[in-house]
C-alpha cells in the first residue's frame, strides 16, 4: 500500500459544529503532517507529528485539534471554524530524516458555512 | 528558513524538455532540495530530490549547480499531463525529529500541444 487515504472528501459544517477529518497511511511511514491550502495558494504547514508526538505548530488557532491515536492514523478535530477557514486540508507522511520524500493525500476539501 | 525563487509561469510544447529552474542562494549545507507538483485540485506529487549530485529517476532529472545556490528540474518529454504547478522546496531540520517542507509560490507549466 503506497497511499495515504484521507475522509472524508468533501464536508460542510456550521460554524457551532465538531467535525473529525481522518488521514491514515500503511506505509510504516512515522511522520505525519497536516497541511492548509486555499484557492490558488502554496500548502500550508500546520503540524507535523514525528514517532506519534506532535512535534511542529506552526501557531495554528486551538480550534484546529490534532491527535494522532498510533503510527497509521492522523486526525484532526474541528470545532467552531469560521467561514475563512474554508480550504483544502491535505495530510502526508514519510519516512522521518531529511532526505525522504513525502507521500501526500488527496485532500478533505472543508466548507465552513 | 532557507528561500527559493521560481518564474511564476512557463509554457513548453508537448514532446519537448521542459526546463524549470529555482533559485536556492540561500541554502545550508545539509539542506536538500525537493521538487513537487499539483495537478489541480490532487495533493502534491513527490518528484525528486538531491543534495549535490545530479538525480534522474523515472519521472525527471534534477540539476544542482556546483555551488547549489540554484536548481533545475527537467521534464525531458512533456506531455499534457504534465500541465501543473511545480513546487521547487529546500527542506528544513526543526525540533525533536520535525522536519519542515515549506512551499513557496512555485512555476504553473502550461504544456501545449
Known amino acids: 500500500d503506497t497511499e495515504v487515504t484521507q475522509t472524508p472528501k468533501h464536508l460542510v459544517m456550521g460554524m457551532t459544529n465538531k467535525k473529525s477529518l481522518k488521514c491514515e497511511q500503511h506505509?510504516?511511514?512515522?511522520?505525519m503532517y497536516w497541511y492548509k491550502q486555499k484557492a490558488k495558494k502554496p500548502p500550508e504547514l500546520m503540524f507535523v507529528?514525528?514517532?506519534?508526538?506532535?512535534?511542529i505548530n506552526e501557531s495554528v488557532p486551538s480550534r484546529f485539534s490534532p491527535e494522532c491515536p498510533n503510527s497509521s492514523l492522523l486526525n484532526l478535530h474541528l470545532h467552531a471554524l469560521q467561514p475563512e477557514d474554508s480550504a483544502l486540508y491535505l495530510c502526508?507522511?514519510?519516512?522521518?530524516?531529511?532526505?525522504?520524500?513525502?507521500?501526500f493525500g488527496s485532500g478533505t476539501r472543508l466548507t465552513v458555512v | 528558513d532557507a528561500k527559493t525563487t521560481q518564474p511564476t509561469s512557463m509554457d513548453c510544447a508537448e514532446g519537448r524538455a521542459a526546463n524549470l529552474p529555482c533559485n536556492h542562494s540561500?541554502?545550508?549545507?545539509?539542506?536538500?532540495v525537493y521538487w513537487y507538483r499539483q495537478i489541480h485540485s490532487q495533493g502534491p506529487q513527490y518528484i525528486i530530490h538531491?543534495?549535490?549530485n545530479n538525480e534522474t529517476n523515472e519521472m525527471a532529472s534534477l540539476i544542482i549547480t556546483e555551488d547549489r545556490k540554484s536548481s533545475t528540474l527537467i521534464l525531458p518529454h512533456a506531455t499534457l499531463r504534465d500541465t501543473a504547478v511545480y513546487y521547487c522546496?529546500?527542506?528544513?531540520?526543526?525540533?525533536?525529529?520535525?522536519?519542515?517542507?515549506?512551499f513557496g509560490a512555485g512555476t504553473r507549466l502550461f504544456v501545449k500541444a
Open positions: 540561500t541554502i545550508s549545507g545539509n539542506e536538500y
Open positions: 538531491g543534495l549535490k
Open positions: 507529528y514525528s514517532y506519534e508526538k506532535l512535534s
Open positions: 506505509m510504516g511511514h512515522r511522520a
Open positions: 522546496i529546500v527542506r528544513v531540520a526543526r525540533g525533536t525529529g520535525g522536519f519542515k517542507t515549506i
Open positions: 502526508a507522511s514519510s519516512q522521518t530524516g531529511v532526505s525522504y520524500g513525502y507521500t
